[in-house]
Each structure stands twice: as structure tokens, then as C-alpha cells.
């Protein structure tokens, strides 16, 4: 039986994405673009806290100091909850002012993989980046909306979401962040949504959130559906696995799109939802690099 989401912040989120948890301050982290916010969630106190950011947010990625680097559309910044300031680290993509950062994970070497992608979603000017010690590096243009990246817990193979061609592929990566052999891994049948942020878990099964499609999937690392989870709102936009165990399911969604009487059937769109697993996901990393 699949499990059933409970709402655990109804913060009605215009564009929630990007969840993580922090084991360091038990906190869920998670981010709201179309509002330029970042949200804490505290599982102890069941309370919320936020912070403005000064341009859309994309994604967060946690620090050994127990900051962030957080991806915003003007660049990969330094974000301290403490002092709530973002300071600036790599700008991104300078020559297209109409990009923004998405979403990005941290690989198993701490190397921070992050995609582009237009802000007007018509654009197939989005690229995956890596974060060198030198700074971002372009690995693999064309996308229009990127999702992910998420890696295999072995660390030999990477997802990455083409979102608006409802595809998710995979590739082999090497030892030295090489890609190669890229290939399509699922794609998603008409009229069950986009596929939106990929999470992997420590048996190496997929899940994704699927924007439109009222559920978040779980496949086998052969591309086999294996659970779908449904929600009571059509946008749910990626998981993470949280608490001592990992077998805590965190959800974002969104309610980007809805019209008036979407947003009134739908009263729990753009809400932080959560549920249980019994295999548990990876643990979060830190970045180490860039």
C-alpha cells in the first residue's frame, strides 16, 4: 500500500522546491523561487521559520560551517541563516541575463552539480554545471527547464531531468566528474505530469515529484515503476529523505499555475507535506569544493 502525505506546513508556497534535510540542526530546508524565500521546517517544534533572499532561489546545498551555498538567478551566493545575509561567490551564466539556477545536489566527492535554465521556460538555454575549485564548469547544454541532478549510491551514475520533454536520463560519471553515454532512464507517459526534482535512495531506486501529475514515483534502477504516491495537489515538486533513520519522506509543491478555482480545490497546493518509507534514502552531503 502506498503511503498516504500528511501536510505538515500549509506555507503556500508559489514554487516550493528543492528540500533537504540537515542533520546538523535536524532542520528540513527547503525553497520557494517565486517568492525569493527560504524555509526552515523544525520536525521538533512542528514550526517554520523563513528568510528573504534578494533574487529567485533555485536551490540550497549545506556547508561544512554550517552555512549554504545557495543558487540563486544572479549566482552561486554564501548564504548564513545566523546573519540572514547572501555574499556572492561565482557569477553564472553572465551572457543569459534570462536564466536562473533550478536545482542542484551535491555528489558522494562533494562536488556541487546545479542546472540552468530560462526564466520564461521557452528557451532551451538551461545547462548542467559542476563546481570546481576553480569555479562553475558547463557539462551538458540544451534544456529548457533542467531538474536534479541525483546520483546512484555507488556514485558511478548520475540522473538529470529534461523536464519539459518529460524525460529523465541517465549517464556514466566518472571518477573525475566526466560524463558519458547519456541516455533516456524514464520517460514520463502523457498526461501524468512533468517530472520535476529526482531524489536516489540507498537501494538506488529514483523518486521524482511530478508537476501536474498529483504524485511522486518511485523506479528501479532498471526504470520499472515501483510506487506512486499521490497528493491532494497537482504540483508536487521533490522529496527528501529525512530524520535519524532517512525513512522520513519529505514534499514540496507549488501552486504556480493554478487559476482561482484550482487554487480554492486545492487548499494544501504549495504546502510542505510529509510521509513514510520503509527503505531509507542517502545521506546529505556537504559541499567540499568551489
Aim: one cysteine or more; a negative charge; hydrophobic letters at 35%.
Amino acid at each position: 500500500m502506498s503511503p498516504k502525505p500528511e501536510c505538515v506546513w500549509a506555507v503556500e508556497a508559489e514554487l516550493g522546491e528543492g528540500p533537504l534535510w540537515w542533520p546538523r540542526d535536524q532542520g528540513l530546508w527547503f525553497v520557494d523561487i517565486k517568492q525569493k524565500r527560504i524555509h526552515r521546517f523544525d520536525p521538533n517544534t512542528a514550526r517554520g521559520r523563513s528568510w528573504t533572499a534578494p533574487a529567485p532561489p533555485g536551490f540550497l546545498a549545506p556547508l561544512p560551517n554550517g552555512q549554504f551555498i545557495a543558487g540563486l538567478m544572479t549566482g552561486l551566493h554564501t548564504f548564513d541563516p545566523a546573519a540572514g545575509t547572501f555574499t556572492l561567490r561565482h557569477t553564472v551564466e553572465r551572457h543569459k541575463p534570462g536564466n536562473r539556477l533550478n536545482d542542484g545536489a551535491v555528489d558522494g566527492q562533494g562536488y556541487l552539480w546545479f542546472g540552468s535554465m530560462d526564466d520564461g521556460e521557452k528557451h532551451p538555454s538551461g545547462c548542467l554545471h559542476r563546481l570546481e575549485d576553480s569555479g562553475p564548469r558547463e557539462i551538458d547544454p540544451g534544456y529548457v527547464i533542467t531538474n536534479g541532478p541525483a546520483f546512484s549510491p555507488d556514485g558511478r551514475t548520475l540522473y538529470h531531468t529534461d523536464t519539459l520533454e518529460r524525460v529523465i536520463h541517465a549517464f556514466d560519471l566518472g571518477p573525475r566528474g566526466q560524463l558519458a553515454n547519456k541516455r533516456v532512464f524514464v520517460t514520463i507517459e502523457d498526461g501524468a505530469g512533468y517530472p520535476d526534482g529526482p531524489t536516489v535512495d540507498s537501494e538506488g531506486c529514483l523518486w521524482t515529484g511530478l508537476f501536474a501529475g498529483w504524485a511522486a514515483r518511485r523506479y528501479s534502477p532498471q526504470g520499472e515503476l515501483l510506487m506512486e504516491v499521490r497528493f491532494p495537489c497537482a504540483n508536487v515538486t521533490k522529496i527528501a529523505f529525512a530524520g535519524a533513520d532517512l525513512r522520513t519522506v519529505y514534499a514540496t509543491t507549488a501552486r504556480k499555475g493554478l487559476d482561482a478555482a484550482a487554487r480554492a480545490a486545492q487548499p494544501l497546493a504549495g504546502a510542505l507535506f510529509r510521509f513514510e518509507v520503509d527503505v531509507p534514502g542517502q545521506p546529505q552531503r556537504e559541499v567540499l569544493h568551489g
